[in-house]
């Protein structure tokens, strides 16, 4: 397993911690998310999906594996989510810049 960076490891522990600040801060200013087709733009967007599909729901973390993606900066982790949301174990497709997380796309 590739070691987590820390943008990726913060994204973890600040869900697992309930802690929406340390959440958005993991992602730059104009970050994008996609969650099964449903977009998402900038930290205002992170924020927003975060309150309505991640600590909003309670989500809990917990890291299978974490691997080299196809693109420079590029890492697929997979993680087993639980909550009052979704529950279940898939890939994420993050891409990083200077740091921090500048592209998410969870899509299974």
């Given at each position: 397993m590739t070691t987590l960076p820390s943008a990726i490891q913060a994204f973890i522990d600040a869900t697992n911690n309930g802690?929406?600040?340390a959440f958005v801060a993991a992602f730059t200013t104009d970050a994008y998310l996609n969650d099964w087709g449903r977009?998402?733009?900038?930290?205002?967007?992170v924020?927003?999906?975060d309150r309505t599909d991640n600590i909003g729901k309670q989500s809990h973390f917990e890291?299978?594996?974490a691997e080299p993606g196809e693109a420079t900066g590029a890492f697929v982790v997979?993680?087993?989510?639980?909550?009052?949301g979704y529950n279940g174990t898939g890939p994420m497709v993050f891409e990083l810049r200077d740091?921090?997380?500048?592209?998410l796309i969870i899509s299974g």
């Open positions: 802690d929406t600040d977009e998402f733009h900038g930290r205002d967007g924020r927003s999906w890291l299978v594996s997979t993680l087993t989510v639980s909550g009052n740091g921090l997380i500048s592209s």
